[in-house]
């Protein structure tokens, strides 16, 4: 089949470190990228709550078609989109809310992305990460129906309400090269169910990265067999979703 592919970054090629900074990209995956994506026509990109720079300094010097910050912001063919952080007064004084009352909590993380926010407690021991849980929460309230609350794997995030993974995969299936091709989606979180959602009703193949319920209808056990498959696929191997392992 003719696909185009897109992938989540953390916890689907890469795995999900104790800090956003810390995370470790496995020797040839970029190469192996890159290979597929010329492969495919181009029509292969990564879709992820990272700003789409920072996932330009993971994968450097690629600088693949992406999706950054939930779908706040897109890039295609070169060209960036979406994700001034000028255009969210309201939630930058939430930023700067959140930064004070999380300061003196130990190992929790303010992600700042500009146009969104993430607030980190892997790290923190549990009272600390229910307080943070509880102050994210309390700030995405106190914004109001423009903004949504996405919580994930000991994070929770603030985006715009009008961004998901599930638009800004159907913005690119819009358009050259993606348009007339099946959408084949990997991700390994909660915030990827939207989107695997969508991709089910698109009549594409929707890919879950390790345990947890889901809507997805295949699975894969964690990002290193992500890896060894895109890398078979780069090579010239068969590209057939559909022979997954189910979900």
Avoid: C
């Avoid at 300061?103 to 549990?126: C, F, M, T, Y």
């Amino acid at each position: 089949m003719d696909i185009a592919l897109f992938l989540d970054f953390d916890g689907t090629l890469a795995e999900i470190a104790p800090r956003p900074d810390a995370v470790q990209v496995e020797p040839g995956l970029v190469e192996d990228l890159e290979r597929l994506r010329a492969r495919l026509d181009g029509a292969l990109a990564i879709v992820t709550g990272r700003p789409v720079t920072v996932i330009d300094g993971f994968l450097a010097p690629s600088r693949l078609d992406a999706a950054g910050l939930h779908g706040v912001e897109r890039r295609v063919a070169g060209a960036l989109t979406g994700g001034r952080a000028e255009d969210h007064p309201d939630l930058r004084r939430q930023v700067a809310r959140l930064q004070a009352e999380t300061a003196a909590l130990a190992q929790v993380l303010i992600e700042d992305k500009g146009a969104s926010v993430a607030v980190h407690w892997r790290l923190a021991n549990p009272d600390d990460a229910l307080r943070a849980e509880t102050l994210v929460k309390g700030a995405a309230e106190a914004l109001g129906a423009e903004y949504r609350l996405q919580l994930g794997k000991a994070v929770g995030e603030i985006v715009p309400a009008q961004a998901t993974k599930a638009h800004a995969i159907r913005a690119f299936m819009a358009q050259a090269p993606y348009a007339g091709r099946v959408p084949v989606f990997f991700g390994d979180d909660r915030t990827d169910e939207i989107a695997f959602a969508s991709i089910n009703e698109d009549g594409g193949v929707a890919v879950r990265v390790g345990d947890g319920e889901t809507v997805a209808r295949r699975r894969l056990p964690d990002p290193a067999a992500v890896r060894a498959l895109l890398s078979n696929w780069a090579a010239g191997g068969a590209i057939d979703p559909d022979a997954l392992p189910p979900a």
